[in-house]
């Protein structure tokens, strides 16, 4: 029987490893998801798509492989993104770029635009958020670290390029317009979902990846989650930073997301369109999660380290290092760091940012001149960030995520 061919359990072994660890964690998600109690049904349907995959990619990937009768490749694909498919190219291709292309009943563009400026105007405190609960948060539980180690992509050299590459994707699907046919935002984020099924593909099929264990490679509920990291979870860390976020921005904030989960293929029942509503998915997501593992350590590190590196050493080295630890002490605590391998500090990097949050949120951000003077200062500090992950300021909206 080939690999392909192994029947897939119910649960991955991963579901629900560390029940006690995981009820902790997720706690003060149950306070802002106002989770009164368990819904047992959603956790388990969480673990059952940790077995399942995007159908739509999957059949993309097969026709991607070296072997398929009409091959699709990746520059097939690049162009259908850009100049639309035509009668002659693979039926995966079309059905792929089709599922792009429909629009959901529920999408609003000018509601799509505001929440786009919305999440420009966070600024740095977005990224740093992004960087230390969301990414290197998800670290603490096996199963998605543990293909980011597989393939590479996050450990020693790649381990800024690809986080680079990431902060490309953020900056695309929030520019003005970025979310049209076509459009920067829209593009990366179908490459996006073409990269997702092609790496499933080939691990799935690889005797080095433990379905038993982890579930599918890329499966529905790990991309579920990685979704309202950028939202949800952003918002929550932007706001313990100081920032003001009122209540239409985030629905702003949530609409685009929601969008660019729609097109990454995520799940319809899961696109929530408050933050109320996902943080309560998202306490049911960390209670189905497993225990730590050496990959997120592993992880960690390399993008701790990198902090250092980057700046090539000295004094700024080293206090983006502190700073960063500064925001894994506030976000994730001492526990936390104990998973990841981290030393505890104390968090005074971050007292000239909640303070300057402060003061942005409540006056500057008070005229529409200030705005947009906010949407300005934070697209010149991602290009100088990129410049540093990168290594070049020349073409960076040109790179791609993989």
Do not use: C
């Not at 100049?83 to 599922?99: I, M, N, Q, S």
């Amino acid at each position: 029987m080939t690999a392909e061919a192994t029947p897939v359990p119910e649960f991955p072994s991963r579901f629900r490893g560390a029940p006690t660890r995981n009820a902790r964690i997720a706690r003060p998600l149950a306070v802002l998801g106002r989770v009164r109690e368990v819904d047992e049904e959603l956790v388990d349907e969480i673990g059952r798509r940790m077995t399942v995959h995007d159908e739509v990619g999957a059949a993309l990937a097969r026709a991607m492989r070296p072997d398929a009768p009409q091959r699709v490749t990746m520059a097939g694909v690049e162009r259908a993104l850009g100049h639309g498919t035509a009668e002659t190219d693979p039926p995966a291709l079309r059905a792929f770029v089709a599922d792009l292309e429909r629009e959901p009943a529920w999408l609003d563009r000018d509601l799509l635009e505001r929440g786009a400026a919305v999440y420009r105007r966070m600024g740095r405190t977005r990224d740093d958020v992004l960087l230390a609960l969301a990414l290197i948060g998800g670290y603490r539980y096996e199963g998605p670290a543990d293909l980011l180690v597989a393939t590479g992509g996050l450990t020693g050299r790649a381990a800024m390029r690809r986080l680079g590459e990431t902060l490309v994707w953020g900056r695309a699907v929030s520019a003005p317009g970025a979310m049209l046919r076509g459009g920067e935002g829209f593009r990366l984020t179908a490459h996006v979902r073409a990269m997702h099924a092609v790496v499933d593909d080939r691990f799935a099929r690889s005797p080095e990846w433990d379905t038993a264990r982890y579930g599918r490679p890329v499966n529905r509920s790990d991309l579920a989650g990685t979704l309202a990291l950028f939202s949800a979870t952003a918002m929550l860390g932007a706001r313990v930073l100081g920032r003001r976020i009122p209540r239409a921005d985030s629905d702003a904030v949530m609409h685009l997301w929601r969008y660019v989960g729609f097109l990454l293929g995520v799940d319809e029942d899961w696109l929530f369109t408050t933050e109320r509503a996902q943080h309560a998915f998202d306490h049911h997501l960390l209670l189905a999660q497993g225990g730590p593992t050496p990959a997120g350590v592993e992880l960690t590190t390399a993008l701790v380290e990198g902090q250092r590196t980057k700046h090539g050493g000295g004094w700024r080295g080293w206090y983006a290092r502190r700073r960063v630890l500064g925001h894994l002490r506030l976000f994730l605590g001492r526990e936390g760091l104990a998973d990841l391998g981290q030393p505890v500090v104390v968090p005074w990097t971050l007292v000239p940012q909640v303070a300057r949050n402060l003061v942005e949120s409540w006056v500057v951000a008070r005229s529409a001149a200030g705005r947009r003077w906010l949407e300005r200062r934070s697209d010149a500090g991602v290009d100088a960030e990129l410049a540093l992950l990168l290594g070049s300021r020349r073409s960076l909206a040109r790179v791609t995520p993989t």
